[in-house]
């Protein structure tokens, strides 16, 4: 019927990972839970939650000018079996940002996009994963140090995918900075002329002085 309001009815699958997204705290992450549980959390959070990446940034030193900036990211987790049938947590992990970087170029800032994607696994303790790293493909971490700053281990990953040195794909170097002084600029290539000193001298003239060949004394 025209002008009837539609309600409209959130599904299953959403509410779930609504749900999901409220019972797991990303700061104070239950990994293996969250695997359990096929969890999933998508957020947006402000960049200033990521101290370490935030310093990289020079929206700090640009005050107001500079835009909000903030981090999108997403995590999936589930439980995978390896070759030996034992099942362990797999963690997925998205992110995305804009950083204001000093271009290398011409010295003025320069918005760089940064993103990472990273898998990880999870073992029992950490004899076992630094073992496993090594030769995994995946990142191997240990649930042996508890919950997991899901935070700081996406700005971990995010640091390292800054660009080692951040340039425009067009600008032009500054001009060098020249100073003009006649003085200095004459000082200078007075010392760098070492003869100049003794054209000088050699051009004064003489002045008598007792005790000189100035010639014999009248009685």
């Given at each position: 019927m025209a002008g009837a309001m539609v309600r409209w009815c959130a599904s299953p699958a959403f509410l779930l990972h609504r749900h999901m997204?409220?019972?797991?705290?990303?700061?104070?992450?239950?990994?293996?839970?969250?695997?359990?549980?096929g969890g999933q959390i998508s957020q947006e959070t402000a960049l200033h939650e990521f101290p370490r990446l935030a310093r990289e940034s020079l929206g700090g030193f640009l005050g107001d000018a500079a835009p909000a900036a903030s981090v999108h990211w997403q995590a999936q987790a589930s439980m995978r079996r390896s070759a030996d049938g034992q099942a362990a947590p797999w963690l997925h992990c998205q992110a995305q940002t804009i950083l204001l970087l000093q271009c290398q170029r011409c010295?003025?800032?320069?918005?760089?996009?940064?993103?990472?994607?990273?898998w990880f696994r999870?073992?029992?303790?950490?004899?076992?994963?630094?073992?496993?790293?090594?030769?995994?493909?995946?990142?191997?971490?240990s649930l042996e140090s508890g919950p997991l700053d899901l935070l700081a281990l996406i700005e971990d990953d995010l640091l390292m995918a800054l660009p080692p040195v951040a340039k425009h794909a067009d600008c032009t170097p500054p001009a060098p900075l020249?100073?003009?002084?006649?003085?200095?600029?004459?000082?200078?290539a007075q010392k760098r002329n070492p003869f100049a000193q003794l054209a000088h001298l050699a051009t004064r003239p003489l002045q008598a002085g007792n005790g000189g060949d100035g010639g014999e004394q009248a009685d």
């Amino acid at each position: 019927m025209a002008g009837a309001m539609v309600r409209w009815c959130a599904s299953p699958a959403f509410l779930l990972h609504r749900h999901m997204e409220k019972n797991f705290n990303p700061r104070r992450l239950d990994v293996l839970a969250f695997a359990q549980a096929g969890g999933q959390i998508s957020q947006e959070t402000a960049l200033h939650e990521f101290p370490r990446l935030a310093r990289e940034s020079l929206g700090g030193f640009l005050g107001d000018a500079a835009p909000a900036a903030s981090v999108h990211w997403q995590a999936q987790a589930s439980m995978r079996r390896s070759a030996d049938g034992q099942a362990a947590p797999w963690l997925h992990c998205q992110a995305q940002t804009i950083l204001l970087l000093q271009c290398q170029r011409c010295l003025q800032p320069v918005p760089i996009t940064v993103s990472s994607d990273q898998w990880f696994r999870f073992v029992a303790t950490e004899a076992q994963a630094e073992a496993e790293d090594e030769d995994a493909q995946e990142d191997v971490l240990s649930l042996e140090s508890g919950p997991l700053d899901l935070l700081a281990l996406i700005e971990d990953d995010l640091l390292m995918a800054l660009p080692p040195v951040a340039k425009h794909a067009d600008c032009t170097p500054p001009a060098p900075l020249v100073h003009q002084d006649a003085a200095f600029d004459a000082a200078q290539a007075q010392k760098r002329n070492p003869f100049a000193q003794l054209a000088h001298l050699a051009t004064r003239p003489l002045q008598a002085g007792n005790g000189g060949d100035g010639g014999e004394q009248a009685d």
